[in-house]
T-cell receptor, first 110, second 116 residues
């Protein structure tokens, strides 16, 4: 079992819809979680951090964390073609080590 | 306000040669992480360093790979006697915090290594 698993893609949504990206983790030592966006051929870009249970909103992005279920999600509202990218979920332990999922590729169709 | 710098951006080596990848962290950051990304795959942690110290090298292959972060200068990931399977994108990230879960990591542009 992978330490961080993301829902298999690719995911395709129409422009303006809500894109839902999911991530589960197996290491209960993971305390903090991060979502990165990676465009093809580019480096990962940090878009959201979440440290405690519940929701965290930033513009069109909402991250959700449920430590009891070991589940993290990212919602993108009003999806735009420019949101088309691979989204990486990462979990950090208290030692600061990050473990990444394999990513979910999102395509937003105009 | 420069971000994480990596060079070279592209590196071509023949089998058996050495590859040296450099990473300068963001200003004010003293924690450096190296990751490898194979085509169509996720990021795999390799090593975590602070100045003059290797904190966690659990992701480093046992042979041919080494990393350092000297007191002065960039962090260097060194691959000796490269093989075709080493062809990948190598990303460096830096953070201002280390040894705790809240450290947000910021990535450099990566070095694309091609082994002929």
């Amino acid at each position: 079992q992978k330490e961080v698993e993301q829902n298999s893609g690719p995911l395709s949504v129409p422009e303006g819809a809500i894109a839902s990206l999911n991530c589960t983790y197996s290491d209960r030592g993971s305390q903090s979680f991060f979502w990165y966006r990676q465009y093809s051929g580019k480096s990962p870009e940090l878009i959201m951090s979440i440290y405690s249970n519940g929701d965290k909103e930033d513009g069109r992005f909402t991250a959700q964390l449920n430590k009891a279920s070991q589940y993290v999600s990212l919602l993108i509202r009003d999806s735009q073609p420019s949101d088309s990218a691979t989204y990486l979920c990462a979990g950090n332990t208290n030692a600061g080590k990050s473990t990444f999922g394999d990513g979910t590729t999102l395509t937003v169709k105009p | 306000n420069a971000g994480v710098m990596q060079n070279p951006r592209h590196l071509v080596r023949r089998r058996g040669q050495e590859a040296r990848l450099r990473c300068s962290p963001m200003k004010g950051h003293s924690h450096v992480y190296w990751y490898r990304q194979l085509p169509e795959e996720g990021l795999k942690f390799m090593v975590y360093l602070q100045k003059e110290n290797i904190i966690d090298e659990s992701g480093m292959p046992k042979e041919r790979f080494s990393a350092e972060f000297p007191k002065e200068g960039p962090s260097i990931l060194r691959i000796q006697q490269v093989v075709r399977g080493d062809s990948a994108a190598y990303f460096c990230a830096s953070s201002s915090l280390g040894g705790q879960s809240y450290n947000e990591q910021f990535f450099g542009p990566g070095t694309r290594l091609t082994v002929l």
